[in-house]
């Protein structure tokens, strides 16, 4: 499956973002999806994901309450919502698949998008 981010830009603290990662091909339904961030000089960590009917979700405690994680089969499509933003929330966001049930572990994303930026000013 091929992925592309968007929805990334500049934002003040308090603010809200919707990411999006349309997938391609019609086996979309069957991946578990995530969303990881890395910030600049950090390593690239978990932020969410979603199993294949949206009925299970993890999130990095650092996000927990303030973003959703969402997806529309029907469209392909996977959604991180992001409110209450952060300036520790700047980084560059990827979507990944994953063929497991739902995970949280790098490891098990076989399929990433090119990730999209996000800044949050102070």
């Known amino acids: 499956v091929q992925l592309q981010a968007s929805g990334g830009g500049l934002v003040q603290a308090g603010a809200s973002l919707r990411l999006s990662c349309a997938a391609s091909?019609?086996?979309?339904?069957?991946?578990?999806m995530g969303w990881f961030r890395q910030a600049p000089g950090k390593e690239r960590e978990f932020v969410g994901s979603?199993?294949?009917?949206?009925?299970?979700?993890f999130y990095a405690d650092s996000v927990k309450g303030r973003f959703i994680i969402s997806r529309d089969n029907r469209k392909n499509t996977v959604y991180l919502q992001m409110n209450s933003l952060k300036p520790e929330d700047t980084a560059v966001y990827y979507c990944?698949?994953?063929?497991?049930?739902?995970?949280?572990?790098?490891?098990?994303?076989?399929?990433w998008g090119q990730g999209t930026q996000v800044t949050v000013s102070s």
């Open positions: 091909g019609r086996t979309f339904s069957m991946y578990a």
């Open positions: 990944a698949a994953s063929r497991t049930y739902v995970s949280k572990f790098e490891y098990d994303f076989g399929s």
């Open positions: 979603i199993n294949w009917g949206g009925s299970t979700t």
